[in-house]
C-alpha cells in the first residue's frame, strides 16, 4: 500500500440482528480518483462503482458473531447483569462492552484463542495479570479485567473509539507506533469494523452514545 493510499471501511447500513447467531457478508470495493479505496459489506448499496473484492464464507465473514463459536443468547442473558454492574462501575457503556464481547467470544466463557487469549473478553494472561486478574477463566473476573483495559485505552486515546478497539485489539503500542492510527492489520482492521458494526446496532439510544463516545461513520487511515 503507497502512502497515498487510505483504507476507509464504511459502516452504514451494516445489516445485523443480535437475535441471529450468524451474520455474513460479502466485501465490495472500489478506488476513487484519489487513491481512497473505500470497502463496504453490502453490495453497491446504490453504488455501481463497488465491486466484488472478497466472498465470506462460514467461519471468515467479517461480521461474524465470535471468535469461539455462535452467539449464545442464553449467555448473554445470564451475563447481562454483570456486564451491566461492571459498566456502571468503570464507566463504560455496557453497549460497547456487549458488542466486545460479541465480537470476542460470542458470549463463550470457555474460548480459547490459538494466541492464548481467555474467556468472555479473551483476554491475554499478561492483560489479566495487569488488571489483577486472579482466574482468568472465571467470567465476573474476566469482564472486570477486560473492562478495566478498556477503561484505559479511553483514557489513553482521549475517548477516540476506534482507536480503544484497535488497541483492545492489537495492543496500545501498536496503535502509538503507527502514529495514533488504526495499525494497518487485516484482522484489527475487520475487527475495529465489526464491533462498531455490532455498537451501532445495539438497542441503546443512539443520540446517547454518540454524546458518551463519538463514533464517526467510517473507519479511515493513512498509512
Not at 487510505?6 to 455474513?24: E, H, N, R
Not at 465470506?56 to 465470535?66: D, N, Q, Y
Not at 492510527?181 to 475487527?191: A, D, G, M, R, S
Amino acid at each position: 500500500m503507497t502512502n497515498n493510499m487510505i483504507i476507509k471501511l464504511t459502516l452504514l447500513g451494516a445489516a445485523l440482528s443480535l437475535a441471529m447467531p450468524w451474520a455474513y457478508a460479502d466485501i465490495y470495493k472500489f478506488t476513487d480518483s484519489n487513491g481512497v479505496t473505500h470497502f463496504h459489506n453490502i453490495s453497491n448499496f446504490g453504488d455501481p462503482r463497488y465491486k466484488l473484492y472478497k466472498r465470506e464464507g462460514k467461519g471468515k465473514s467479517l461480521l461474524r458473531v465470535g471468535r469461539a463459536g455462535q452467539f449464545n443468547t442464553q449467555n448473554r442473558k445470564r451475563f447481562s447483569p454483570i456486564i451491566t454492574s461492571v459498566a456502571q462501575r468503570y464507566k463504560v457503556d455496557e453497549s460497547l462492552l456487549h458488542a466486545v464481547i460479541m465480537a470476542e467470544s460470542g458470549y463463550n466463557p470457555n474460548a480459547l484463542s490459538p494466541k492464548g487469549a481467555v474467556g468472555l473478553m479473551q483476554l491475554m494472561p499478561d492483560t489479566a495479570k495487569r488488571y489483577g486478574v486472579v482466574n482468568i477463566n472465571d467470567p465476573t473476573q474476566n469482564i472486570h479485567g477486560g473492562t478495566r483495559y478498556i477503561r484505559y485505552l479511553l483514557q489513553l486515546f482521549n475517548n477516540n473509539l476506534q482507536l480503544t478497539l484497535a488497541a483492545y485489539n492489537a495492543g496500545e503500542n501498536a496503535v502509538i507506533n503507527y502514529g495514533h492510527k488504526i495499525p494497518p492489520y487485516e484482522e484489527t482492521v475487520n475487527y475495529v469494523a465489526k464491533v462498531l458494526a455490532f455498537y451501532r446496532n445495539s438497542k441503546v439510544n443512539p443520540t446517547r452514545l454518540a454524546a458518551t463516545y463519538p463514533v464517526p461513520a467510517t473507519v479511515a487511515q493513512k498509512d
